[in-house]
């Protein structure tokens, strides 16, 4: 019930195009959705989250949609470049015992080609 | 503003060997801390975290132990690394009023 399921493993978009990253979840305690962008041998770094009475939230290029009913929220990078080559997490989060508890998805690799 | 640091950035260590790992946070004052490690490919598993000073909560057992000896100074450490325990190890620290989590650079362990 704690798991994020995040799809799809890899992906490879066109210069221009929209990448769509998805993720699903169970636990209805979750009530903090961030993405995290990661280069390699980096740290991840936030990008951008949503809470759950907000169905979409938009920042530059980067939109969260977000599905409360179908637990399901989701990354629209439009316009896509070559520097959003990366690996993208998402994950959800909730307190528990005085802490934040966040569960992380298990990464989309992302490859915008020329 | 927050910065966080890690060191060493990368290590390469013997099985068997002991290890230290070190977070520290500056512009800002008793953050919740975290400790993460990626396996190759893979998602970020949570190790520790910390609410306060000698506070110390462990998500999963393993030979590894963490310690917070001041309020903005994270520590991993191990008597005896084994092979698995090779990762990229993250340190993260979030504010305790706010959601958002801020990792590091990252330590890249090799366990040889």
């Known amino acids: 019930q704690q798991q994020v399921k995040q799809s799809p493993q890899s992906l490879i978009v066109q210069k221009g195009g929209i990448s769509i990253i998805n993720c699903a979840y169970e636990?209805?305690?979750?009530?903090?959705f961030p993405w995290y962008q990661q280069f390699p041998g980096k740290g991840p770094a936030l990008l951008i989250a949503?809470?759950?009475?907000?169905s979409e939230k938009k920042e530059g290029r980067f939109t969260i949609s977000f599905n409360k009913s179908a637990k399901q929220f989701s990354l629209h990078i439009m316009d896509s470049q070559p520097g959003d080559s990366a690996t993208y997490f998402c994950?959800?989060?909730?307190?528990?015992?005085?802490?934040?508890?966040?569960?992380f998805g298990t990464g989309t690799k992302l490859q915008v080609i020329p | 503003s927050q910065t966080i640091h890690q060191w060493p950035a990368t290590l390469v260590q013997p099985v068997g060997s002991p290890l230290s790992l070190e977070c520290t946070v500056e512009?800002?004052?008793?953050?919740?801390l975290y400790w993460y490690r990626q396996a190759a490919g893979r998602g970020l598993q949570l190790l520790f975290y910390s609410v306060g000073i000698g506070q110390i909560s462990s998500e999963v057992p393993q030979n590894l132990s963490a310690s917070r000896p001041q309020d903005r100074q994270f520590i991993l450490s191990s008597k005896k690394l084994l092979l698995s325990d090779s990762g990229f190890y993250l340190c993260a620290w979030r504010h305790g009023s706010y959601n958002e989590q801020f990792f590091g650079p990252g330590t890249r362990l090799t366990v040889l």
């Open positions: 512009g800002t004052s008793n953050p919740n």
């Open positions: 949503i809470r759950p009475d907000v």
């Open positions: 994950a959800a989060s909730f307190l528990s015992g005085g802490y934040q508890k966040v569960t």
């Open positions: 636990n209805t305690a979750f009530d903090y």
